[in-house]
């Protein structure tokens, strides 16, 4: 009698069943699950960063700071699976001109709920020129939106 | 520390759904097969007696101690989960008086056996699937079932003797 089977594998259904009564329950909380453009958004925006904080300072360019704001929603289009760093490169290397110019302040991952992923600080004449800057962010040729407002203090 | 005491221990410190997973991967293949055992085969009802012996052993898990056997707790649960069931609902009560061996008898061996434990009235059934499918002593059986030892072995004499008038 001893040698019938004592485990037996249900169905992998039956996993997600205990899961989500657990979790009706209270008992269990959810995995956060962080959307892959999130993630890869955000490894852009900190590479880019980290390549800003380890260039030379530059004189600040005259003007006013404005602030963009990267908007990493569902128009964002992620690059081909494998071509993520070429994604990163190019972010890079507009940041790094911004900064030879000394039209980057810095740039930071906003880390929390909503769709704001990201932000720089930009120099500029003016607001058009804000405007203006921040067209030039690769970002945009990929459908990621953005919103740029005068910093005040 | 015992693997699953630290399993135990992670899930109640974080409560996640990771911590989680690792109980459930190590302990639902004996449950499911407990519970097809005690339903007679019946999957559906299996499925549910396993979610809801997890959805109690998940609240009741801060009251495990590791004198007993994570497993030998969950199954006791799931037993007892069982048992309520069937004093609730009155299609179960009448499954014990069906009679389908003669029926249902195969070619295979093993399956006839498990055809014909799915057979045995619930109380017998019971018992013999934890004393002699599972190992459990006539103790630890009176203590899952909330019954007397005297009881649990009368109960497996039975599930015994109906088994071998069963079996060709």
């Known amino acids: 009698m001893t040698d019938l089977p004592r485990e037996r594998q249900p169905d992998p259904a039956l996993k997600k069943r205990v899961v989500s009564a657990l979790v009706a329950a209270g008992?269990?909380?959810?995995?956060?699950?962080?959307?892959?453009?999130?993630?890869?958004?955000?490894?852009v925006v900190v590479l880019a960063i980290g390549v800003s904080v380890v260039r030379p300072r530059h004189t600040l360019a005259p003007g006013k700071t404005y602030v963009l704001l990267l908007y990493q929603d569902s128009t964002y289009r992620m690059p081909p699976k494998?071509?993520?760093?070429?994604?990163?490169?190019?972010?890079?290397?507009?940041?790094?001109?911004?900064?030879?110019?000394?039209?980057?302040?810095?740039?930071?991952?906003?880390?929390?709920?909503?769709?704001?992923?990201?932000?720089?600080?930009?120099?500029?004449?003016?607001?058009?020129?804000?405007?203006?800057i921040a067209a030039t962010c690769?970002?945009?040729?990929?459908?990621g939106r953005q919103?740029?407002?005068?910093?005040?203090? | 520390?015992?693997?699953?005491?630290?399993?135990?221990?992670?899930?109640?410190?974080?409560?996640?759904?990771?911590?989680?997973?690792?109980?459930?991967?190590?302990?639902?293949p004996a449950l499911y097969a407990l519970a097809m055992r005690l339903t007679?085969?019946?999957?559906?009802?299996?499925?549910?007696?396993?979610?809801?012996?997890?959805?109690?052993?998940?609240?009741?898990?801060?009251?495990?101690?590791?004198?007993?056997?994570?497993?030998?707790?969950?199954?006791?649960?799931?037993?007892?989960?069982?048992?309520?069931?069937?004093?609730?609902?009155w299609r179960m009560v009448d499954a014990p008086d069906m009679d389908p061996v003669a029926e249902t008898r195969g070619p295979d061996e093993a399956l006839d056996l498990e055809r014909a434990i799915g057979t045995l009235p619930e109380g017998a059934r019971d018992v013999f699937v934890l004393h002699d499918v599972y190992g459990y002593t006539h103790r630890e059986?009176?203590?899952?079932?909330?019954?007397?030892?005297?009881?649990?072995?009368?109960?497996?004499?039975?599930?015994r003797s109906l088994l071998r008038s069963s079996l060709p």
């Open chain 1, 27 to 43: 008992l269990v909380r959810r995995r956060r699950v962080w959307p892959v453009w999130m993630v890869a958004a955000a490894a």
């Open chain 2, 141 to 159: 059986i009176a203590e899952m079932l909330g019954i007397v030892e005297g009881t649990s072995k009368s109960q497996l004499t039975r599930a």
């Open chain 1, 82 to 132: 494998g071509h993520g760093a070429e994604r990163v490169a190019e972010i890079v290397r507009w940041a790094d001109s911004l900064h030879a110019n000394g039209k980057l302040e810095r740039g930071g991952h906003l880390v929390g709920p909503g769709p704001i992923g990201g932000m720089f600080l930009i120099r500029a004449q003016s607001d058009s020129d804000a405007a203006r």
């Open chain 2, 1 to 28: 520390m015992t693997d699953d005491l630290a399993l135990v221990e992670k899930f109640l410190r974080t409560r996640g759904e990771d911590a989680f997973d690792a109980l459930y991967d190590a302990h639902t």
């Open chain 2, 40 to 89: 007679g085969g019946d999957q559906s009802e299996a499925e549910d007696l396993v979610q809801e012996s997890w959805v109690r052993a998940v609240r009741a898990l801060s009251t495990f101690r590791a004198q007993s056997q994570l497993r030998s707790w969950l199954c006791g649960l799931l037993v007892n989960v069982r048992r309520v069931r069937i004093r609730t609902d």
């Open chain 1, 147 to 153: 919103e740029v407002k005068r910093f005040e203090e």
């Open chain 1, 138 to 143: 690769p970002f945009t040729r990929y459908g």
